[in-house]
């Protein structure tokens, strides 16, 4: 079992930053994939980023490559989310999810978080 806690999510004007993190506690984190996703209302979860157990493989989707950068520290157990350029239509629900390998924790992640809103205002 993995339990995961997201932070850091907030309201942000158009091309600010904020920084998320996700801690892990539960099992060994080093053991897993991780990714963070987003819901916006009315819309369906989608993956936004992923980097595998030891941080050297990343995935974005492709709004977000260039602007946001995913990363981990094993050592502390967390994971982040580094967004920069922020756009309106960032505004979600942020997730953290953690899975076996990548291409599971995008499709089919094991663990979830409960989630930090952050709002991009224009």
């Known amino acids: 079992q993995v339990q995961l806690v997201e932070s850091g999510g907030g309201l942000v004007q158009a091309g600010g930053s904020l920084r998320l993190s996700c801690a892990a506690s539960?099992?060994?984190?080093?053991?897993?994939?991780m990714g963070w996703f987003r819901q916006a209302p009315g819309k369906e979860r989608d993956i936004v980023a992923a980097?595998?157990?030891?941080?050297?493989?990343?995935y974005y989707v492709g709004s977000v490559k260039g602007r946001f950068t995913i990363s981990r520290d094993n050592a502390k157990n967390t994971v982040y989310l580094q967004m920069n350029s922020l756009k309106p239509e960032d505004t979600a629900l942020y997730y953290c999810?953690?899975?076996?390998?990548?291409?599971?924790?995008?499709?089919?992640?094991?663990?979830w978080g409960q989630g930090t809103q952050v709002t991009v205002s224009s």
């Open positions: 539960g099992s060994t984190f080093s053991s897993y994939a």
């Open positions: 999810a953690a899975g076996r390998t990548i291409a599971v924790v995008t499709t089919k992640a094991d663990y």
């Open positions: 980097i595998n157990r030891n941080g050297g493989s990343t």
